[in-house]
């Protein structure tokens, strides 16, 4: 998969699909966000090492949809919850990079195909409160 390319326009939907940001991708990639925006607008082609990057996101972002939808195959009134905030979701989720906005994404993608609703999580001594 090393040798696959995507065009400017491939690039820019597959980032946005995956509900990340230019800047979010450009620190990750460890390109200046300038470079990621000439990549998406047709000005210069996206860098091999990045398009790398975001295809093995896109991997990720596929077995972690999956992983939401098989959870809700097991609920009687499914429900996926997401986060507000990058501190929230890198709480329950360390071992991945990504922001809340990502898992925000795929949440949506993961609640259409498994008929469930979306939440944001609450922490615990909120959820006493209620």
């Known amino acids: 998969m090393s ?3 995507l065009t400017s326009a491939e690039f820019r939907c597959l980032r ?3 509900g990340l940001t230019a800047g979010w991708l450009a620190t990750h990639t460890g390109y200046a966000e300038r470079t990621v925006l000439r ?3 047709g ?3 996206p860098a091999p090492n990045a398009v790398r990057q975001l295809l093995e996101i896109q991997t990720q972002t596929r077995e972690v ?3 939401l939808v098989l959870a809700c195959a097991d609920m009687a009134e499914p429900v996926i919850e ?3 905030k990058d501190a929230e979701f890198r709480a329950h989720w360390p071992d991945l990079p990504f922001p809340a906005l990502w898992h925000r994404a795929l ?3 993961a609640a259409a195909v498994a008929s469930a609703r979306i939440r944001y999580w609450v922490p615990p001594e909120d959820n006493a409160a209620h």
Do not use: M
């Open 107 to 109: 949440a949506h993608r």
């Open 65 to 67: 949809v999956s992983g």
């Open 39 to 41: 990549w998406e607008f």
């Open 82 to 84: 997401t986060y507000r």
């Open 3 to 5: 040798d696959q390319t």
């Open 16 to 18: 946005e699909y995956l």
């Open 43 to 45: 000005d210069q082609t």
